[in-house]
């Protein structure tokens, strides 16, 4: 069965830094694109970060560019994001989700962000 | 990249068909045949109901159905029930290496 656990979330002061953390399991890891998914409360789904398969590419959307960081390890099966700098409007629910974007086809439970003094 | 657009919301009644249209550019929905839907409820994470346009996952009923015309691609949902009640969101590539979703749409069973 495959599963994506994220960890990490929290409050964080702007300016600040947050890792988050997706374990991945039920699945070979390293042969998939994984990506973060946020949620602003309320709000729509936000792409955030792309990361291929031996992380040969790494893409991320304008509103994250510059500050957060995505990464992986297959030796763990874990995905990262390090938040850098954050501001208040990153603050969502962060979903790690397995695919190449068409679709993402599993998805965790997400962590909370929430960025605030 | 701007979010694609989708009604705020939809109903029908038990039994009834309704469609969710979403609406992109040439440079996302019109350009690519990779379209997806999302259905969420409250409080739990995404889940994938059609893919590449018209895709059903294993285990989706096959009374959920995608298509696309132009920049706007479709969601229907045939034969309401309770339990699809749910937000709805689409996705497309966007065309930059980036995944761009809509705004997203409540559905509610009358």
């Known amino acids: 069965e495959v599963q994506l656990v994220e960890s990490g979330g929290g409050l964080v002061k702007p300016g600040g830094s947050l890792r988050l953390s997706c374990a991945a399991s039920?699945?070979?890891?390293?042969?998939?694109?994984m990506n973060w998914v946020r949620q602003a409360p309320g709000k729509g789904l936000e792409w955030v970060s792309s990361?291929?398969?031996?992380?040969?590419?790494?893409y991320y959307a304008d509103s994250v560019k510059g500050r957060f960081t995505i990464s992986r390890d297959d030796a763990k099966n874990s995905l990262y994001l390090q938040l850098s700098s954050p501001r208040a409007e990153d603050t969502a629910v962060y979903y790690c989700a397995r695919g190449n974007g068409s679709p993402f086809d599993y998805w965790g439970q997400g962590t909370l962000v929430t960025v605030s003094s | 990249q701007s979010a694609l657009t989708q009604p705020p919301s939809a109903s029908g009644s038990p039994g009834q068909s309704v469609t969710i249209s979403c609406t992109g550019t040439s440079s996302d929905v019109g350009g690519y045949n990779y379209v997806s839907w999302y259905q969420q409820h409250p409080g739990k994470a995404p889940k994938v109901m059609i893919y590449?346009?018209?895709k059903r996952p294993s285990g989706v009923p096959d009374r959920f159905s995608g298509s696309k015309s132009g920049n706007t691609a479709s969601l229907t949902v045939s034969g309401l029930q309770a339990e699809d009640e749910a937000d709805y969101y689409c996705s497309s590539y966007g065309g930059s290496n980036n995944v761009v979703f809509g705004g997203g749409t409540k559905l509610t069973v009358l």
């Open positions: 039920g699945f070979t890891f390293s042969t998939y694109s």
């Open positions: 590449e346009v018209s």
């Open positions: 990361v291929s398969s031996s992380s040969s590419y790494i």
